[in-house]
């Protein structure tokens, strides 16, 4: 025989698990088990402290699995960076640097994004930072690289290649190992699309 507790149990979707606490399928909060009167006379919650650690750790390691599939991988990156250079080739500068600049285009993808550089080391085209165009990087060192003169040095000798520094990883202040792709074009600069390793 059913008590009126297990019937309203099944109805409310509550299921038993194997450490006797209580999970609704389709809420990520704690159940609360009772609620009682104090000396005071508030009332008082009790939680189920077993229920808020599953909660918190089904939302940990969900977040994590969503952030990691929304970051590109060095191969995605070599790729956009090669059909940028076939862009500024084919459309000239100032079309292919609004094309890069597009959030909804075919050049910002995941947390890839193109910039172009000279081989002075002046910034001229970023999508994701603007305020950079114009200004000469050469000598940027802040997170222990100067990746701005490895690209431009493996530009001119190679046209083309990767060039590995560190970055901080978006949305944290973790500094990571990053890698960019650079290819010249035919009006004689580069573009570059990076990627965390």
Not at 88 to 109: H, L, T
Request: with cysteine.
């Amino acid at each position: 025989m059913q008590t009126s507790e297990n019937v309203w149990r099944r109805l409310a979707g509550m299921v038993v698990c194997w450490d006797g606490l209580e999970y609704h399928p389709f809420l990520l909060y704690p159940r609360v088990s009772s609620i009682e009167p104090q000396e005071d006379g508030i009332m008082k919650m009790k939680y189920r402290f077993g229920s808020m650690v599953a909660t918190m750790v089904v939302a940990v390691v969900t977040a994590g699995i969503a952030s990691a599939g929304d970051m590109a991988t060095p191969p995605e990156a070599k790729s956009m960076s090669e059909k940028a250079s076939d862009a500024i080739n084919s459309m000239g500068e100032e079309k292919a640097f609004n094309a890069f600049s597009d959030p909804k285009g075919d050049f910002q993808n995941k947390d890839l994004y193109v910039f172009c550089m000279d081989l002075d080391g002046v910034m001229l085209s970023h999508a994701k930072k603007p305020q950079l165009v114009g200004k000469n990087l050469v000598d940027f060192n802040k997170y222990g690289d100067y990746l701005f003169k490895d690209m431009i040095s493996v530009a001119k000798e190679r046209k083309s290649g990767w060039v590995n520094y560190k970055w901080p990883y978006p949305g944290t202040e973790e500094v990571r190992e990053k890698a960019s792709y650079i290819k010249m074009n035919d009006k004689g600069f580069f573009c570059g699309v990076g990627a965390y390793k």
